[in-house]
């Protein structure tokens, strides 16, 4: 089992639970279905710097448009997938859709980098990084163009071969960002090992920062941490203004959430980022409340 610390205590996780309940077996089957039938896309959503207002980078964040459910949220249906050899597919695909969204931008003057989740179980697929060079040379395209994003369960496996994965990947130029940090148990030390350049901050503490004492002295300390491993920190789940004000206060280098910008589908992103990118060249207000 995977413990997980909630808020109430210790949950316990039990993959092989319901594993083969007909509702469970079902979507997997549409997801295989999914996959060759082009119900699946990806929506973009921006980390955006609490300094100055620069993107960062363009989350890829999948979804799954089926066609009796409607949208399925991929957090229904990637724990599911990531029991079944579909994972693997599901990535590569969510890979190939980025670098082509990647090779339009940089192609049309937008240089920002497309930061693409993984889960924990692609780090052990040793083709991996081989697919993401043979990809991004396919596009003419530098490393920098893609960033993956793992969730901080990584560093609970402390296996060796999750870590050659991470250094091959890093060894690429590909750089990594550890995800919903804060939820898991892992130690400062784990995080020092591995070649990491972003934490970002869940978002289960960064929804109560301004509310709770509690959750915003967490917050304060990992921002601290992440600073003092000289790591970029970024902030998830950000909703209002004045959060966002207060986490520019604390230190907190970006942010991420719905009062920056939602994930926007691909169009819809392309002309945010342009008019992003030509305020750029106007005096942005150095008063984060106003980003
Ligand atoms: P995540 O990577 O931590 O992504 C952040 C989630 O928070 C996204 O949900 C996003 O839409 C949502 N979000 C962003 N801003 C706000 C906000 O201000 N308030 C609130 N309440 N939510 C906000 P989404 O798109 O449903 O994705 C859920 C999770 O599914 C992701 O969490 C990620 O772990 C996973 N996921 C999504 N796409 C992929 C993928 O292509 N591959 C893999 N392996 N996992 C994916
Ligand atoms: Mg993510
Ligand atoms: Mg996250
Ligand atoms: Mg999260």
Redesign the pocket.
């Known amino acids: 089992y995977l413990a997980k610390e909630g808020r109430t205590g210790v949950e316990f996780y039990l993959p092989d639970k319901d594993r083969n309940s007909p509702e469970r077996l079902s979507l997997l089957g549409d997801l295989r279905q999914a996959l060759d039938g082009g119900e699946l896309g990806l ?1 973009y ?1 921006p980390k955006v710097s609490l300094d100055d207002g620069r993107v960062e980078s363009m ?4 979804r799954w448009w089926h066609p009796a459910r409607g949208l399925v ?3 229904d249906f ?1 724990p599911l997938a990531e029991q079944s050899y579909l ?1 693997r597919e ?2 590569r695909y ?1 890979i190939q859709r980025a670098l082509e969204q990647a090779d339009r931008w940089w192609r049309d003057g937008i240089e920002v980098p497309i930061s ?4 924990a179980r ?1 780090l052990l697929d040793s083709s991996l990084p081989e697919q993401l060079e043979a990809g991004l040379s396919e596009f003419g395209l530098p490393p920098a163009v893609i960033r993956l ?1 793992v ?1 901080e369960r990584i560093l609970m496996t402390d296996q060796a071969y999750t870590a050659d994965a991470v250094r091959t990947l890093a060894k690429l130029g590909v750089q990594l960002a550890l ?2 940090f804060g939820t898991g148990y892992s130690s400062l030390v784990r995080l020092q090992r591995l070649p990491v350049s972003e934490v ?1 901050i869940d ?1 289960s503490f960064i929804r109560r920062v301004g509310e709770s004492a509690d959750d915003e002295r967490i917050v304060q300390s990992i921002i601290d941490l992440v600073r003092s491993l000289g790591l970029h920190s970024v902030a ?4 209002s203004s004045e959060v966002a004000a207060q986490l520019h206060e604390m230190g907190c280098h970006a942010g ?4 920056l910008a ?2 926007m589908p691909p169009e819809e992103a392309t002309v945010w980022l342009r008019t992003r990118l030509s305020e750029a060249f106007t005096d942005r207000p150095k008063d984060p409340a106003r980003l």
Do not use: C
Not at 116 to 119: A, D, L, Y
Not at 236 to 239: D, I, M, S
């Open positions: 929506h959503q989350e890829a964040l999948l949220s991929p957090g990637i994972m599901i990535t969510v693409v989740n993984v889960s692609d994003e969730t995800d919903d970002k978002a998830e789940g950000v909703e991420q959430g719905w009062w939602k994930p």
